[in-house]
């Protein structure tokens, strides 16, 4: 079955550190994986992509993911964090072949100053 | 480039009432998909249409449809609401497909009472 997980629901780490949320995945398929990020009461901004090629891949506000096949994962990591990260991170898998993503079930970040 | 519009932001409802949603895509993007979060379940997928065609639907009861118009807009009802329906609803607009790069937007929040 295709599905995604989380390890991690919560995430606290003081501004500046560095930062590293897990991701692994179940998919039957060449996957499509995605991060998104959710501030309270909105909706899901992309941070980054993986369809092919490298694996590691670079996204918005610093962020990079790197896809790993034989381990299934695809791990999201910030060198520096900022106060403003905050938010819920959650990891996706789709594919050429399905009409649907499916999601981890988040992992909420905190920043301490 | 307008990103996904959807609307109302905010709805109360009455128990037994329906309700519609209503979603705009990005300009171009033939595929919506809906998703209800909740804090119990998660992002769980509603159902996804590609030029006017619903292609896939989650594990709903059929209390929850869509539809989807000539330009791309699409709407969703829920009928005979229930307490359980409470949720963030999201619509997703790609241009490839529903398991694809799919941009969200805001979200509609309603709430059941």
């Known amino acids: 079955a295709q599905s995604v997980t989380q390890p991690d629901i919560h995430i606290t780490v003081s501004e500046g550190a560095s930062l590293e949320l897990r991701c692994n995945y179940s998919?039957?398929?060449?996957?499509?994986l995605f991060w998104y990020v959710q501030s309270p009461g909105q909706g899901l901004q992309l941070l980054l992509k993986?369809?092919?090629?490298?694996?590691l891949v670079q996204g918005i506000k610093g962020f990079e993911a790197e896809f790993k096949r034989s381990q299934s994962s695809f791990n999201l990591r910030k060198p520096s964090v900022h106060w403003s990260d905050a938010a819920e991170y959650f990891c996706?898998?789709?594919?050429?072949?399905?009409?649907?993503?499916?999601f981890g079930t988040g992992t909420r970040l905190q920043v301490f100053p | 480039k307008a990103g996904v519009t959807q609307t109302p932001r905010y709805l109360i409802k009455t128990r037994g009432q329906q309700v519609t949603l209503s979603c705009s895509p990005i300009?171009?993007?033939?595929?919506v998909s809906w998703y209800q979060q909740t804090p119990g379940q998660g992002l769980q997928f509603l159902f996804e249409?590609?030029?006017?065609?619903?292609?896939n639907k989650g594990n709903f009861p059929g209390r929850f449809s869509g539809r989807q118009f000539s330009n791309s807009r699409s709407e969703m009802n829920v009928s005979t609401l229930e307490l359980g329906d409470s949720a963030l609803y999201l619509c997703?607009?790609?241009?490839?497909?529903?398991?694809?790069?799919?941009?969200f937007g805001q979200g509609t929040r309603l709430t059941v009472v």
């Open positions: 993986y369809f092919s090629g490298d694996t």
């Open positions: 997703a607009s790609s241009l490839a497909g529903g398991g694809t790069e799919a941009f």
């Open positions: 300009s171009g993007h033939r595929s």
């Open positions: 998919y039957g398929a060449t996957p499509y």
């Open positions: 996706a898998v789709g594919g050429r072949n399905t009409d649907k993503l499916i």
């Open positions: 249409y590609f030029s006017e065609t619903q292609r």
